[in-house]
């Protein structure tokens, strides 16, 4: 059985990265998704793929932060980290910038608190412990 701490260690990690990239998902639906379309065709991707952007930045986090389908909201951010990593920074987003941080540090940054997540799951402190309390098989998505 997890204590507390760790409980309260993976809401304040949930609210955190959920609020935080919350922010990019409101950007992207108030000012547009047109630099992300033409990211994705100057790549040779189908520029249909913008469309899971506003689903993994808007929707998964408030998902993350609510303790609801984390798992599944999680992968979600993971792969748009990925996607974003690949069309914006390539192997560049491993170089230093003139503060010696990398390049893409804040990506990293979210891929892995998201996948730190998608481990640990909701915790204790969770819409989905009200909700499928006695239905571990949803609880675990």
């Given at each position: 059985?997890?204590?507390?701490?760790?409980?309260?260690?993976?809401?304040?990690?949930?609210?955190?990265?959920?609020?935080?990239?919350?922010?990019?998902?409101?950007?992207?639906?108030?000012?547009?998704?047109?630099?992300?379309?033409?990211?994705?065709?100057?790549?040779?991707?189908?520029?249909?793929?913008?469309?899971?952007?506003?689903?993994?930045?808007?929707i998964a986090p408030i998902l993350i932060i609510l303790g609801l389908f984390t798992r599944v909201a999680s992968s979600l951010i993971v792969f748009t980290m990925i996607m974003t990593f690949y069309l914006v920074f390539g192997?560049?987003?491993?170089?230093?910038?003139?503060?010696?941080t990398f390049v893409a540090e804040l990506n990293l940054f979210y891929m892995f608190t998201a996948i730190a997540i998608y481990f640990t799951g909701s915790g204790r402190f969770a819409l989905s412990e009200i909700l499928f309390k006695n239905q571990l098989k949803l609880k675990s998505l």
């Open positions: 059985m997890k204590s507390i701490n760790t409980d309260l260690g993976i809401l304040i990690l949930r609210i955190t990265v959920g609020g935080l990239m919350i922010f990019h998902g409101v950007a992207k639906l108030v000012h547009g998704h047109g630099f992300i379309i033409a990211a994705l065709s100057q790549k040779g991707l189908p520029e249909i793929l913008w469309l899971g952007v506003p689903l993994a930045e808007f192997m560049d987003g491993f170089k230093l910038n003139e503060y010696g």
